[in-house]
């Protein structure tokens, strides 16, 4: 028998002390945090037996190629932005980088059509389905100022075009495509840890939850 | 409806549902393991595209009909940057929708000067040592306007039938004030290579913003031609293209298509949409797409197509299937 | 590899094969993973 069940916080204090911890914030946070995302709902090790498709693996598939962007950009940043054209290696790590990149969002637009075919965003979960836009979205842009980062021929043409979108938008004033220090900024610094923010907002929105039901007779949930 | 907050814990919302075992990490690193490897055979037998870039040396050397062409458009104020409008100019180029207009809204605050940043203060660098380059110059800059645009009009008509020998830029014989002495001496220091320098760092040592250079070459035709044969370019679906035989920017399959089709592709278009705001009824149209996605939850008919679409019925088939005549499902 | 694509071209649309290979690719991998079986753990319960 599945030993999931409600229990009392591990964390409640006894009872002679909680007058003068009635106004902890730590304690306030610790209990939140307790109800939200105790620990076997972040690592569960078993899951309801309908999760049991192919589909279901395209989401940890994104992340484990989002690491893996993490990590070839990273040694390419270490080196910095000139080093892979001038050395083999070099080019073989911005290979990497750039393979991963594009595994990032075959994976991460499988993962939205197979959460789209399922509503995952059913019983409470529509925020979690919103956040995963959100992240589309910037990853978009985490992109595009990788693709002007890399002194080619590519990043000028890039730029001499996407300027008329951004200046035709307005942003163009301060989103300049032309200038490198700018753009390269934003790719290896700015972007990466807020696409890598909000992707564990995500996660731990997805654990809190747990997987949603299939769509019953209603749309609703069934058992 | 429960939108945002589920209302029940985890054990109310799976009460009844069998649950199995399930190792997330270790599905974790099966996918770390097995996507690594995949990118790493796909680097390997691959590699990565890198065209090199395509300096105003190379402008000048290959093509300097057009780079010539351009230099003097710069002086007319006929080229693109230098009708822009902001945020380079008040040239009054800006894209606008009715009375929506943010590029007018957010102002000039990348500050270019076409015709004295890409010409005259480079000649003015070249000049030193050369008095015929620096009366040319003067000359040009103290003429009114009126001189000015005879003198620049009649040279670019003449440079259409432009012929080039001997790092010489060839044309008629006419009226073109110190035109042919100044583009002759931009056409040579574009073709040592200090006009690339001169464009990015004069007046400054570390250089990371190449807004003027780049700038100056989309003026011309060289950097697009080059880009058309790449396929890279706006009317080709040139925003999800790679250099070379390399995938692009699938991801952006919508985005680029707009740009290929009515009201995008017309010059009267529709509601105001046309091809001369292309850009700006792009970014809108986009943003709004982009905006019902994260809001399909609440979208009638949008999120409601899962239901009426059978896929839910293989991904979840055990879940469907007929239940066997086994023991109840235990909590 | 560094030699410009081929392009597909089917009325506007305008394609280069490798991103349309990467487009089918997806759709067949969609494809599979909604038909081929999952491994389940065995269906004993703790």
Redesign the interface.
Known sequence: ??KVMSRPPASAPPPAAMDADAGSWTLRVRKTWDRVLPMDHLLPHRQP?YV????Y??GVVTIAALVWVVVSGVVLSFMGPQWWHDTGVGHFFNSLHFWSV?MFF?FM??HL??QYFMAGWRDGRALTWMIGVVIFGISILTAFTGYLSQLNFDSQYIGISAKDAMDGAGIGAFFNVLNFGQMYGLHVMLLPITVTFIVVVHIVMVRSRGVVKPIGPEGGAAK | MKMLKQEMTQEEYYRGV?????DLVKELFLALAGLGIFVFVLAAA??S???PTVTIQQWAQNDPVDFVSTAAGELAGTTTSAGYGAPYNNAGGEQTWGPFAPQIWFGQRIPIDSANDFVIQPLKYASAGNPGLTTAISTWTSADGDQQTKWVTAYTDALAKATYADGKVSVADGDYGPLPVMMSALLTQGQSGGLDGLLTGAGHFYQVDYTKALLFMGDGNYLFDLAD???LSGD??GM?????????Q?WLWLYTAWY??WPFTSDTGVLGLNGGNADLGVVVLMTLLTAALALIPLIPILRDIPRWVP?HR??WRDYYAPKKSAAPA?A | ???????FDWG?I??????L???G??LV??A?????P?P??S?R??
């Open positions: 028998m599945s037996y049991g498709s192919w589909v693996v395209f594009q075959i637009v499988l059509w197979g | 069998r649950m199995v075992p399930y691959f590699s595209p890198d065209v044969q790449q396929n080709q679906w999800m293209n790679e250099t070379g035989s390399y995938p692009g699938t290929q089709v896929i293989l991904i235990r | 590899m560094d030699t410009p694509a081929q392009y506007f305008h394609i280069s094969y490798p991103n290979l990467v487009i690719l997806m991998l969609f599979i993973a909604l038909v081929a999952f389940h753990k269906d319960d703790v």
